[in-house]
Nanobody
Framework: KVQLVESGGGAVQAGGFLRLSCVGSGFTETYGCMGWFRQISGKEREGVASISIPFGYTYYADSVKGRFTISQDKNNSTVYLEINKLVPEDTAIYYC??????????????????WGQGTQVTVSS
């Protein structure tokens, strides 16, 4: 069974930094696309970043380019999302998800096969 477990969220002040982690297990596919999504209260969930597995090609939503960095550690089956210069508008529940298969690209075009439970990020001004 595929499982995704996020961690690393918390309460931070504007201008700060967070690194979110997503540990995956139970994968039987060789290729996939891992994505990070966020859901701001009262808004639809949006994709912010994705990375191809195992090649590591990265894709970002225009709204986060330059501040968000997605990366992977194949040794421990973990995908990270680093967020720099946090702003209150980044306050959201952040989810990781995986779509299996050879395609990877714009995170908002993913149709994930599995989701994590989410981790809350709260940014105060």
């Amino acid at each position: 069974k595929v499982q995704l477990v996020e961690s690393g969220g918390g309460a931070v002040q504007a201008g700060g930094f967070l690194r979110l982690s997503c540990v995956g297990s139970g994968f039987t596919e060789t290729y996939g696309c891992m994505g990070w999504f966020r859901q701001i209260s009262g808004k639809e969930r949006e994709g912010v970043a994705s990375i191809s597995i195992p090649f590591g090609y990265t894709y970002y939503a225009d709204s986060v380019k330059g501040r968000f960095t997605i990366s992977q550690d194949k040794n421990n089956s973990t995908v990270y999302l680093e967020i720099n210069k946090l702003v209150p508008e980044d306050t959201a529940i952040y989810y990781c998800a995986v779509q299996f298969g050879p395609w990877c690209g714009n995170p908002n075009h993913l149709r994930p096969d599995s989701w994590g439970q989410g981790t809350q990020v709260t940014v105060s001004s």
